[in-house]
């Protein structure tokens, strides 16, 4: 139950940035719900997957990919481009906090008279699992439309 919970609590506020996103990307009105579901749904999915201990690059990665395969659904049936949908879905998953604290941690090392191994490793820690979330979310983003607009069959 408390697992339950959490996902709806996670779910409704990652919705709400995925429509602010939305609305400064200029998406029409009618197609917003669709932006929050899709953020509400791989927002959630993600905190599932980190709940069962998948580290959290693979979670966003397979997140991603969740809602571009989502948004596919959604513009097919709507016949608007899938991006539409799907840029403003993945802005909740962004990495806000590692690549705040790589940046702390690295102004603290250049305010320093001599190098730091706990700040160097603060920054070399945070700085790489911000670049690793960043392409999971551009790779698992783009992964389903590449298999699905394929003109030539994969075998």
Known sequence: MNL???LLNDAFFSAIPAVGFAMVFNVPKR????CALAGALGHSFRTLIL???LPIEWATFAAAAMV?????GFAKRHLAPPLL????ATI???PGTYAFNTVIALVQLTAQSQVSPELTGAVISNGLKT???LGALSVGLALPSLLYFRTRPII
Do not use: R, S
């Not at 197609?31 to 669709?34: D, I, T």
């Not at 571009?68 to 596919?72: A, E, M, N, P, S």
């Open 31 to 34: 197609f917003l719900p669709y």
């Open 4 to 6: 339950a919970l959490t």
């Open 92 to 94: 909740p998953m962004i």
């Open 85 to 88: 949908y799907a840029v403003a």
């Open 131 to 133: 670049v690793f979330i």
């Open 51 to 53: 709940h069962f201990g």
């Open 68 to 72: 571009g395969t989502v948004t596919i």
